[in-house]
């Protein structure tokens, strides 16, 4: 990938391979300087408080957010991952060079027990389209370095490599998966929902799950602390940006806005807390911090004039699934009802006018569940999830509709469903002969059902038409976007019942400017 803004790291004593894949843990606590030295702490350092590592999310022209929580006992039973009950002072430095020779800001922040001991620095003043290195210290410890870059400055058209995922459940695989994304040194990624699954321990499982069910904050906290003292998500994390969604499994299977998939007394208790716990552990703004039980994550972020990535909450403002939440519904009149909604009336509104307005040369989605129409049943009678999009005809029609009429190159990327699926996205799926106005890429998970299977649904492919590739194998996709194609890839991994699988595409599809059609590469 070519950048200018980025200074060549040969002779560096930290490679940029080392840093993203673990080496670069153990920049040493003295780099930091004696102006960087706490005075008067007070308090015992904690004992390598930042086992869950580090990360960066949000990127901007001129900032990026840094993130890291302080855990020195992660999964403690209290949900405090062994960090005082009182704020711990943390200082964070950037820099342009992964030896922190060339540091351009540095500061102080409190840990604080009421946000989990997290940290969530906003930086700005950094020069667009640049790459540069984090870390944070706290007493005597140093925390690993991440790489992290802001975005192009507004008009720039560089390219941009973008990987995305969704799903990874702890005990039903490793997450090799995300070691692979760091390999591909993207600039940019994408969690698309189910960073975590609230479940606990179930037959099958090949890593140990910690607890039962989450219910409480402090439940939620420990379910994360394990996930994120996983290597392999450490890595990918300290490769590059994130944007995040969620999606149900980081508060319970299927809800939808205040209601549980099962009568659940003390639910919406339990989704502040889940809330919370997201908040914490992600590297999200302040202006996502959640407020009076609500959480603000429909968001847009620009890539100079490349890219408009348009995140979606697909979860907390919609009507209750449709005829009873199946898989295979048949026959639902009620999918159709016009005022049924996904997004919710403001959301919808700020899409349709975010995408009037873009100006971008692709505008994509970043959302959860899968938007275009699938007829799940072989033969004449159809079966739809009622979960995804086709529950909610008339808010997706309506939004095809926005795509159709005012966005250059619509792209809608897709978690959830734990296969990879390629679709282009009708005006109106009800109508055959409707044009496409968009493509839909949908990523399988990075471990959740397990090692999955070869071939593809090839009775799905045939009821759909529309629908162009499908895959079961765990994995992620990587984008490549130009001025003048998409570059779509396919990835997928073997197995994550156990560590170490390479990462092979399974299918590539380009994408030209103004035809939204899968080209197969």
Not at 230 to 255: G, I, M, R, S, Y
Request: aromatic share 8%.
């Amino acid at each position: 990938m070519s950048d200018p803004a980025r200074r060549p790291l040969a002779g560096s004593a930290v490679t940029r391979r080392s840093l993203l894949l673990g080496g670069a843990a153990a920049v040493g606590a003295s780099a930091f300087g004696s102006a960087l030295t706490l005075p008067g702490a007070g308090a015992a350092p904690l004992t390598d408080p930042f086992t869950l590592g580090v990360a960066s999310g949000d990127p901007l022209p001129d900032g990026v957010v840094l993130w890291t929580r302080l855990a020195p006992n992660p999964t403690a039973d209290d949900g405090t991952g062994g960090a005082p009950r009182k704020a711990v002072p943390v200082q964070w430095e950037i820099a342009e060079d992964p030896n922190f020779r060339d540091v351009v800001q540095r500061g102080r922040t409190q840990a604080a027990p009421e946000f989990g001991h997290s940290v969530h620095v906003e930086v700005r003043g950094l020069r667009p389209g640049a790459e540069y290195f984090y870390r944070f210290k706290t007493g005597s410890e140093v925390s690993p370095a991440g790489r992290t870059r802001t975005a192009p400055a507004p008009g720039s058209m560089e390219a941009l490599t973008m990987c995305f995922c969704s799903c990874a459940n702890y005990g039903p695989g490793y997450f090799t998966a995300y070691r692979r994304m760091a390999e591909d040194h993207p600039d940019l990624m994408l969690h698309l929902g189910d960073y975590m699954y609230e479940v606990g321990p179930k037959p099958g499982d090949v890593r140990h799950v910690l607890g039962a069910e989450t219910k409480t904050l402090a439940d939620y906290r420990r379910k994360y602390a394990q996930y994120k003292t996983d290597a392999d998500l450490q890595a990918a994390h300290a490769t590059a940006p994130w944007l995040v969604v969620f999606d149900d499994h980081e508060v319970a299977n299927n809800w939808a806005d205040e209601t549980p998939q099962k009568p659940e007394p003390n639910f919406p208790e339990r989704r502040a807390a889940a809330f919370q716990a997201y908040y914490e552990n992600m590297p999200l703004r302040r202006s996502s911090l959640p407020r009076d039980g609500r959480m603000q994550l429909f968001r847009r972020y620009q890539w100079g004039a490349l890219a408009n990535f348009h995140m979606l909450d697909t979860r907390q403002y919609r009507d209750d699934q449709a005829c009873g939440d199946g898989t295979k519904v048949v026959g639902c009149t009620e999918r159709f009802d016009p005022a049924r909604s996904l997004t919710g009336e403001a959301q919808e509104q700020w899409l349709v006018d975010g995408l009037a307005r873009s100006g971008a040369r692709w505008d994509v989605l970043g959302q959860q569940v899968f938007f275009s129409k699938i007829d799940l049943l072989a033969g004449p009678a159809e079966g739809h999830n009622t979960d995804s999009w086709d529950g909610y005809v008339a808010n997706r029609d309506r939004i095809a509709t926005a795509m159709g009429s005012t966005a250059r190159n619509p792209v809608v990327l897709t978690g959830d469903v734990h296969e990879h699926w390629a679709a282009e996205i009708k005006r109106t799926h009800d109508d055959p002969e409707s044009r496409p106005v968009g493509t839909e890429f949908v990523t399988t998970s990075i471990s959740s059902d397990g090692d999955g299977h070869p071939g593809a649904d090839e009775a799905a492919l045939r009821e759909n038409p529309h629908v162009k590739f499908n895959a079961s194998r765990r994995g992620y996709v990587r984008t490549r976007f130009g001025r003048d194609q998409l570059r779509v890839d396919y990835r997928t991994l073997e197995h994550v019942s156990r560590p170490g699988a390479e990462a092979t595409t399974a299918k590539t599809f380009v994408v030209e400017d103004r035809n939204p059609r899968l080209h197969p590469d």
